[in-house]
């Protein structure tokens, strides 16, 4: 049995804050298109798009899971979606909501640069630092948290949470 935490780890308007100054940052790296993978980072992606607010910004979303209904990384990454999307030559932002093992952007960043990006930049909203077991860094963070199951804001337990505004710890009980 699973509950959130008392208070949010992260609430909207911190959310609101750092999402201000990443996407100064992101802006001035001119990218072509946005990579989202869905489903963690939907509110991420019209968040943070909507910031940089370029008109000639693509955006195409891409599937990856590797999780199921346990909160461990089954460790192997399915990708679909991919095929339909016009990469080569392009310069690519790929969002994800979490890095935790790296596996998921591991894979997804092997697999983007078979298809002949002009560049592949890679950004995250959270960053679970002491989670990695590949290395690998992203080229954008948001924040970096602390080794804790985390929902809401996109983020899902069992699809449960991710309409709440507010990034939760979920806690065992
Ligand atoms: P990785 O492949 O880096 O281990 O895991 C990345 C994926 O696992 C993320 O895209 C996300 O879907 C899921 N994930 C990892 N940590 C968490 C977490 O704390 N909460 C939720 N909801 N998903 C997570
Ligand atoms: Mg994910």
Redesign the pocket.
């Known amino acids: 049995m699973y509950q959130l935490s008392k208070a949010p780890l992260l609430n909207a308007q911190q959310i609101d804050k750092r999402l201000e100054s990443l996407a100064q940052e992101l802006k001035a790296c001119d990218f072509d298109i946005i990579l989202s993978?869905l489903t963690?980072s939907y509110i991420f992606t019209a968040d943070i798009s909507r910031r940089i607010a370029c008109p000639n910004l693509q955006i195409a979303f891409i599937k990856?899971s590797?999780?199921g209904n346990s909160t461990e990384?089954q460790g192997k990454?399915q990708i679909s979606g991919i095929e339909k999307i016009e990469i080569k030559n392009k310069r690519v932002l790929l969002i994800?909501?979490?890095?935790?093992?790296?596996?998921?952007?591991c894979a997804l960043v092997k697999t983007l640069t078979e298809l002949n990006p002009a560049s592949i930049k890679t950004c995250v909203l959270l960053n679970?630092e002491s989670?990695r077991t590949v290395d690998y860094h992203a080229d954008f963070v948001g924040f970096d948290i602390e080794n804790?199951?985390?929902?809401g804001y996109g983020?899902?337990?069992a699809n449960d949470y991710r309409t709440l505004p507010e990034i939760w710890t979920l806690e065992e009980v």
């Open positions: 993978v963690g990856a590797s999780y990384s990454v994800d909501d979490i890095l935790d093992t790296g596996n998921t952007m679970k989670r804790k199951f985390v929902v983020l899902d337990y």
